[in-house]
Nanobody, 120 residues
Framework: QVRLEESGGGLVQAGGSLRLSCAAS????????TTWYRQAPGKPRELVAT???????NYADSVKGRFTISRDNAKNTVSLQMNSLKPGDTAVYYC??????????????WGRGTQVTVSS
């Protein structure tokens, strides 16, 4: 069984920084692309940043230059460094990974999310 768990959320003032982590555990053979999404109250879930297994990254225009996604394949973790945070970044942040299990099942997995609140 595979599990994704986010951590690192919290309350921060505008202009501050937070670092989110997404840790994968279980019967994992390989982790391909991992994406951070976020969902603010009353709004649809939106893509924040993606990183492939090889390290290629992609960002939403709204976070370019402020957020950095990175991964440690040896530790099965993906991080999201968030700087210059704005009140508009307030949301629940979720990670999603494409994972091949030891049983050769290839599927998408989601974490439960971590709350990020940016005060003005």
């Amino acid at each position: 069984q595979v599990r994704l768990e986010e951590s690192g959320g919290g309350l921060v003032q505008a202009g501050g920084s937070l670092r989110l982590s997404c840790a994968a555990s279980g019967s994992i053979s390989r982790i391909d692309a991992t994406t951070w999404y976020r969902q603010a109250p009353g709004k649809p879930r939106e893509l924040v940043a993606t990183i492939t297994r090889g390290g290629t990254t992609n960002y939403a225009d709204s976070v370019k230059g402020r957020f950095t996604i990175s991964r440690d394949n040896a530790k099965n973790t993906v991080s999201l460094q968030m700087n210059s945070l704005k009140p508009g970044d307030t949301a629940v942040y979720y990670c999603n990974s494409r994972i091949m299990t030891m049983n050769f099942v290839d599927d998408d997995y989601w974490g439960r999310g971590t709350q990020v609140t940016v005060s003005s």
